[in-house]
């Protein structure tokens, strides 16, 4: 038998040394006679441990389930031997396809700890598909202008809506029930905002309605709009009205 010549340091494991005698045949590995390569496994462990030499436990590991099939396919039935074979053969082409898979992306990359590959063109979506509360929008906001921008007073025009609006006094409204008593001293409830201009003119009417019957000068009998609202004494007098 041929005499091969090899050095420990070079193999990965027992599946780097199984290999090379594989590819020392220039065959595939479905086609390689497994037997053979078996024993040129085992004179190669054999002759290091005469050596002295220090091997590793993943060698003798393999040696011994090498010598194994070995012993089974001595046996006159020797399915489980073509079983164990078929396993071995399958192990090697899987361990083969890593090396070669391993070897391209180390081309690539500047070693196994890395790897790089050409940036790719991504279609870009604008949509914004999320939906938020209101109140998560208002703190994107507030955090949006800064703590600066939070300190400085609104714009004029956020007073516009309000400094537009003519408002209307408790006490004027107070003079025109008086004079509106003075038609008469029994009116319907309704008929005091008739003529209201805007909603300040009737909430001002409201209160002083309630104004009044607070100090006693009129009565509201009924319910809702068709309640009459009756003056009590002939003369209405001053009346105190609470800021």
């Known amino acids: 038998m041929e005499k091969i010549q090899y050095k420990l340091e070079v193999f990965e494991g027992p599946m780097d040394l199984l290999l090379l005698l594989i590819s020392k045949k220039k065959l595939s590995i479905n086609d390689v006679p497994i037997l053979e390569i078996i ?58 396809d890593c090396k070669r898979v391993a070897l391209e992306l180390q081309k690539k990359g500047r070693g196994f700890d890395f790897f790089g590959r050409e940036p790719e ?78 909603k300040s003119e009737m909430v001002a009417t409201f209160l002083a309605l309630l104004a009044m019957v607070k100090a006693k000068k009129i009565s509201v009998d009924g319910i809702g709009e068709d309640a009459d609202v009756t003056l009590l004494s002939g003369r209405v007098g001053e009346i105190e009205i609470d800021e």
């Open 39 to 96: 024993e040129q496994y085992l004179d190669y462990v054999r002759r290091m441990q005469e050596e002295n030499l220090d091997l590793s436990s993943e060698f003798l590991e393999m040696a011994a389930r090498l010598l194994y099939i070995k012993t089974v396919s001595l046996l006159p039935v020797h399915e489980e031997a073509e079983q164990l074979v078929e396993e071995l053969r399958g192990e090697l082409t899987e361990y083969q």
């Open 121 to 198: 063109e991504i279609e870009e979506d604008m949509t914004y598909t999320r939906i938020h509360e209101p109140f998560e929008i208002f703190k994107a906001y507030m955090a949006a202008v800064g703590k600066g921008k939070r300190k400085l007073p609104p714009p004029f025009e956020a007073f516009r809506g309000i400094v537009a609006h003519k408002i209307v006094s408790v006490a004027s409204r107070i003079s025109f029930i008086i004079e509106k008593f003075r038609s008469g001293s029994k009116h319907k409830f309704e008929s005091f905002f008739e003529d209201s201009q805007s």
